[in-house]
């Protein structure tokens, strides 16, 4: 009969775990060999449970094909960029602790999150890569609620990552606003010609009648 904690790490609906481990009923419901297996789910990845494993409970193939594909997300969602969409096979295969011969294991993962929505692209089976049009996982960030038993500290996505992450955020909109006003100013101080054209700046840009026009004033 499968355990409780066993359906709840294989179940196909749930892909987020910090929020049970951070129920307070959490710590009173599941054994702490249980809690330090939701901790890995929550905020680790498939090689954080191997190195610990002579202290976590065995994994049942579907948890642990489960873990695998949290495992994908996290990868996928840390190489996928604006300017990179691109996530090779070698790459994939590596965060999972998967050789290079079962790339059908891989691929057949990476439906499954294509199906479950979680992540939106196709694979390249020719090129070996992911090609990522859209990522719709939310990452799991450690809120120090929950003191970590197994993850280090210092390696997992809290609080203080989120606000870095914020602050890089608002430095390039920032950017981004300060480059459309200093077009707009452009736009604003250009000097428009309100005469009819002549044949003879038709063909001229709006810059170049501008420029043409202070000329004459000069």
Avoid at 128 to 133: A, D, E, G, P, R
Avoid at 188 to 211: G, K, M
Wanted: hydrophobic share 35%; net charge negative; proline share 4%.
């Amino acid at each position: 009969m499968q355990s409780e904690i066993d359906a709840l790490l294989s179940s196909p609906f749930i892909w987020n775990y910090g929020t049970i481990l951070n129920n307070a009923a959490a710590s009173k419901h599941f054994t702490g060999q249980e809690m330090k297996l939701l901790e890995v789910f929550s905020y680790g990845a498939y090689n954080d449970y191997v190195n610990n494993h002579p202290s976590l409970p065995q994994l049942s193939p579907s948890a642990t094909l489960k873990l695998r594909e949290l495992t994908l997300l996290k990868c996928i969602k840390k190489h996928f960029t604006t300017y990179s969409n691109r996530i090779s096979y070698s790459i994939l295969l590596d965060a999972i602790g998967l050789p290079s011969d079962e790339v059908v294991l891989l691929e057949n993962s990476l439906k499954h999150l294509i199906y479950q929505r979680l992540i939106q692209g196709k694979l390249d089976e020719v090129s070996q890569c992911l090609k990522v049009t859209e990522m719709n996982f939310m990452e799991d960030i450690h809120s120090g609620e929950v003191d970590l038993q197994v993850l280090n500290p210092k390696e997992v996505k809290n609080v203080c990552y989120l606000l870095s992450a914020l602050e890089e955020f608002k430095i390039k909109v920032t950017k981004h606003a300060s480059q459309v006003l200093e077009i707009r100013e452009g736009v604003d101080n250009l000097e428009i010609n309100d005469e009819p054209l002549s044949e003879s700046n038709a063909e001229q840009t709006p810059v170049e009648r501008t420029s043409k026009k202070r000329k004459q004033g000069e």
